[in-house]
């Protein structure tokens, strides 16, 4: 958000700015609430997510530090388009909005930084849309967790652990809890991963990897496992 912005101009933008911190579980702000505050995240991380017709919840982004929250949301006519909870521990500088849409007004550098990183956040989930529209399940939980790993990933015996829960992944990637498991399953067999109840652990990052690069025209079921070629 601060790039190219002179030294001076970061120490007043970020003057007006307040430190806050959000507990796990903690909710930021809801779908169609007026948007009161813009966030840059500092530490931790933060989900946001809609609810379907059905009630089914969807986790639209997970956002980590360097983040900003509630610019296109002010940009787009002053509401919230999805639910903020907090993901984990979470601290950011929060700005009034009404203050910050003044600071963008007074310093282009900030508001030309601003709409890169939406015009990012869209080109995200336009390719997260094209995955559920082209990919298998088994490549696209996969491509998500390799996705995670410098997001939220912490090094733990030699492996990495992703603290997301079996149907937080399933939410991200427009599948089932039972669907997950069934991968998780089939890919702890293989060594590839260890599940537990609220996270997983990541054994063998390049098998993973090599899963959620398939197309969907590789003849590979939906664990990733190739099938055994004939001896001949």
């Known amino acids: 958000m601060f790039s190219g912005i002179s030294a001076d101009d970061y120490a007043a933008i970020s003057a007006a700015a307040r430190t806050k911190e959000f507990a796990r579980g903690e909710v930021l702000y809801l779908e169609g609430d007026a948007v009161e505050q813009v966030l840059l995240l500092t530490s931790g991380s933060v989900k946001t997510t809609r609810l379907g017709l059905s009630g089914v919840e969807v986790i639209l982004r997970l956002w980590v530090p360097g983040d900003v929250l509630g610019p296109a949301d002010l940009l787009a006519g002053g509401r919230h388009s999805s639910t903020a909870q907090a993901f984990r521990l979470t601290r950011a500088l929060v700005w009034d909005a009404t203050s910050f849409k003044a600071l963008a007004g007074r310093y282009p550098v900030l508001d030309q930084n601003l709409l890169r990183m939406v015009v990012r956040y869209l080109a995200d989930l336009e390719e997260r849309f094209r995955e559920l529209a082209t990919e298998r399940v088994g490549p696209r939980v ?62 063998d990052v390049q098998a993973l990897s090599a899963i959620a690069e398939e197309t969907s025209e590789d003849p590979v079921p939906i664990d990733g496992r190739r099938p055994r070629q004939a001896p001949f």
């Open 142 to 203: 996969a491509r998500q967790l390799v996705r995670l790993l410098p997001q939220i990933g912490r090094p733990v015996n030699g492996a990495i652990e992703v603290s997301l829960s079996r149907e937080e992944l399933a939410q991200m990637t427009g599948t089932t809890l039972f669907t997950v498991s069934r991968l998780f399953s089939a890919w702890e067999t293989r060594g590839l991963v260890k599940p537990r109840r609220e996270a997983v652990t990541i054994s």
